[in-house]
């Protein structure tokens, strides 16, 4: 890709999402900082204005509402158990008339509703994180929700298959014998989203040669089966990871299950960190680009003990052989390549340069970097002025543009960004402070599907959603 005038750049190009059955418009490029972030008067940008809430919960534009699909503690699953507490990412597939959700949980031991032990769904007894899968009908309404993966530690957040499936992160690198747990944690695992007893002996085996850190998300480039993995974690700042397939490896239903228990299957392909290049100096850390368009050449190091035996796989590497960042989140394959988060970063956590927020995309063909939006530090995020902060989760939308969820200090958004790079507030969480996670759209595009994690809902979204421009 070329880059463009700032806030100049359009989508030309659209791609189809495996899996979703929508088409996808494509790049974004621009800088968000305080004072150009504010709407445009007039409703010119976006869908206009937000009407607050009578219900207290979610304010949004005129002729939008929302569903409540389920509440953590409220509602129950169909054993009859509470519906687990801190929602995090979703994975949306298509279901008879309506929609199936996957949805982590984002549970690492003291949460008041943890993910029930069922047989057969169960990694770790002595862990209370996983996932559940609800179905829903084309009005928003549940129809049904089951565990699908229970056992695991903060399930954060994944990334959807091309064979449609869903890969589920677990963010931490707690070990057996800590914190009453009997297995090693901080794995991937792939959660089918056909039926509970799909996933029966299926979920539960950890795809252990995506390594063992503090994962995020996942996007997984459906020409090659390889798949790009994120790490949030600090002291030192993680780092953007790509697993290669072993040669004759082929990439479908179940074929990463048999591949983690086939012999070898541990160390099974390539796990690599990414290292960047400006004009041949090394990048030791993403927060130095602050404009956007700025591009980075990509080569990768192989990391020497993927399953972190002896010392964190971030830290096996010297500072001059890879590239980090500081709060890696949440990724999206579309156009091509994965749009990646970075969070914010401060000087004061080893950060090159300050930001609250950073959207990069990947491209495996030029294999580069491009800084595509970046969010200026909030100078007061306890006041609804059009600025934003912490970007986590991300979708692309069907009708142009990126979707961010916030994860920052003060007020919570559904932060939307134009396929001409304008940002404007899809949603404002008028409940509390707590983060929106799991933007996800339904395949028909009509329904946006979110959590807001605590005290823990699931909301779908529906509306006039058109191409959010004028």
């Not at 998300?217 to 020409?223: E, F, G, L, S, T």
């Not at 970075?342 to 340069?353: E, I, K, L, M, N």
Request: net charge negative; hydrophobic share 35%.
């Amino acid at each position: 890709m070329t880059t463009a005038p700032l806030n100049r750049r359009g989508f030309l190009g659209r791609t189809a999402l495996a899996g979703l059955g929508v088409a996808l418009a494509g790049s974004v490029e621009a800088l968000v900082r305080p004072g150009l972030a504010s709407a445009v008067p007039g409703g010119a940008i976006g869908y206009g204005p937000l009407v607050p809430d009578p219900q207290r919960i979610l304010a949004l534009p005129v002729g939008f509402s929302y569903t409540v699909v389920s509440r953590s503690g409220e509602t129950t699953l169909d054993d009859g158990t509470p519906v687990p507490s801190d929602p995090d990412a979703n994975g949306v597939f298509a279901h008879d008339n309506g929609s199936t959700i996957v949805t982590n949980h984002e549970i690492g031991k003291d949460e008041p509703f943890g993910v029930p032990v069922v047989d057969g769904l169960t990694y770790d007894p002595g862990a209370r994180g996983g996932t559940t899968t609800v179905t829903v009908g084309p009005n928003g309404q549940r129809t049904g929700q089951y565990v699908s993966l229970a056992g695991t530690v903060n399930n954060c957040a994944g990334g959807i298959t091309p064979w449609c499936t869903w890969l589920t992160c677990e963010e931490t690198e707690d070990r057996a014998g800590s914190k009453g747990f009997t297995l090693d944690h901080g794995y991937v695992f792939e959660v089918d989203p056909a039926s509970q007893d799909a996933n029966r002996g299926r979920s539960p085996v950890p795809l252990k040669f995506l390594g063992r850190y503090a994962h995020e998300a996942v996007a997984v480039d459906p020409a090659t089966g390889a798949i790009y993995l994120t790490e949030d974690a600090d002291e030192p700042n993680g780092l953007f990871y790509r697993w290669s397939p072993p040669q004759g490896f082929r990439a479908g239903p179940g074929a990463l299950r048999e591949l983690a228990q086939s012999p070898g299957g541990d160390t099974a392909g390539s796990l690599q960190a990414m290292v960047c290049f400006d004009g041949g100096a090394h990048v030791p850390d993403l927060s130095q680009a602050t404009e956007p368009g700025v591009r980075y050449a990509v080569q990768w190091v192989d990391v020497p003990d993927r399953d972190a035996a002896t010392t964190p796989v971030r830290e096996q590497f010297a500072a001059d052989q890879v590239t980090r960042s500081r709060k890696l989140e949440g990724q999206w394959w579309g156009d091509g390549g994965a749009y990646f988060v970075a969070s914010y970063a401060r000087t004061s956590d080893g950060s090159v340069a300050e930001h609250d927020g950073q959207v990069w995309f990947f491209d495996p063909a030029s294999q580069t970097v491009t800084l595509k939006t970046l969010f200026g530090v909030n100078p007061d995020p306890s006041v609804d002025t059009g600025n934003y902060d912490g970007p986590d989760n991300i979708t692309v939308s069907p009708y142009g543009g990126v979707i961010l969820a916030e994860d920052g200090d003060g007020i919570s958004h559904l932060i939307g960004v134009t396929a001409e790079g304008r940002p404007f507030t899809i949603a404002r969480n008028e409940l509390n402070d707590s983060e929106f996670c799991g933007p996800a759209f339904s395949a028909d595009g009509r329904t946006l599907f979110v959590n807001i994690q605590s005290p823990g809902l699931t909301l779908a979204i529906t509306g006039p959603w058109r191409r959010p421009i004028g």
